[in-house]
T-cell receptor, first 114, second 112 residues
Framework: DGGITQSPKYLFRKEGQNVTLSCEQNLNHDAMYWYRQDPGQGLRLIYYSQIVNDFQKGDIAEGYSVSREKKESFPLTVTSAQKNPTAFYLC?????????????FGQGTRLTVV | GESVGLHLPTLSVQEGDNSIINCAYSNSASDYFIWYKQESGKGPQFIIDIRSNMDKRQGQRVTVLLNKTVKHLSLQIAATQPGDSAVYFCAEKETSGSRLTFGEGTQLTVNP
């Protein structure tokens, strides 16, 4: 079955550590996105990538890094520079830049700093 | 019942009523809009979309209206059911590129 998979579902991190969240899609989509969602709030764009080996900062990129070495993978690293990393992280992919190409979301990774 | 989006993030309706969820967007360069439904602890799911050259699009029990003059988008849900209870987000895409930006969201609660 085609889809987008995030792992792990729950992640605990000690302060000062970097952690990497996985996002894999087998939909052959060009565009991939990372969003952060805080309780009771909307989705804020962290990074997005329109094509392999290229990515752009979103609205809240500070303290995060990404890579896009393969079309199907867009991992997000939450670095120790991110002051408040506890949140729900959502990855999405989209077929292209045209209309009528909806974005498909993974089920999310809930990151907690302990 | 009707929400006013950013100023009223919750909407409570009775089962069987029609619901209207509103969204204001600010980017006049946006050419494509999507409504998503998010249930607790899950990723958003696509509901319906509309392109900027349209002002109305209908799906099953849902209708999206777009008013580009005032940069306003609404989602109408007919005969709301308890399973419709969720947070609803609008999203917009710029004409150039694939950046997808989400609105704040509205929590819809359907009372039996």
């Amino acid at each position: 079955d085609g889809g987008i998979t995030q792992s792990p579902k729950y992640l605990f991190r000690k302060e000062g550590q970097n952690v990497t969240l996985s996002c894999e899609q087998n939909l052959n989509h060009d565009a991939m996105y990372w969003y952060r969602q805080d309780p009771g709030q909307g989705l804020r764009l962290i990074y997005y990538s329109q094509i392999v080996n290229d990515f752009q900062k979103g609205d809240i990129a500070e303290g995060y890094s990404v890579s896009r070495e393969k079309k199907e993978s867009f991992p997000l690293t939450v670095t120790s520079a991110q002051k408040n990393p506890t949140a729900f992280y959502l990855c999405a992919s989209k077929a292209g830049t045209g209309w009528n190409t909806e974005a498909f979301f993974g089920q999310g990774t809930r990151l907690t700093v302990v | 019942g009707e929400s006013v989006g950013l100023h009223l993030p919750t909407l409570s309706v009775q089962e069987g009523d029609n619901s209207i969820i509103n969204c204001a967007y600010s980017n006049s360069a946006s050419d494509y809009f999507i409504w998503y439904k998010q249930e607790s602890g899950k990723g958003p799911q696509f509901i319906i979309d509309i392109r900027s050259n349209m002002d109305k699009r209908q799906g099953q029990r849902v209708t999206v209206l777009l008013n580009k003059t005032v940069k306003h988008l609404s989602l109408q849900i007919a005969a709301t059911q308890p399973g419709d209870s969720a947070v609803y987000f609008c999203a917009e895409k710029e004409t150039s590129g694939s950046r997808l930006t989400f609105g704040e969201g509205t929590q819809l609660t359907v009372n039996p």
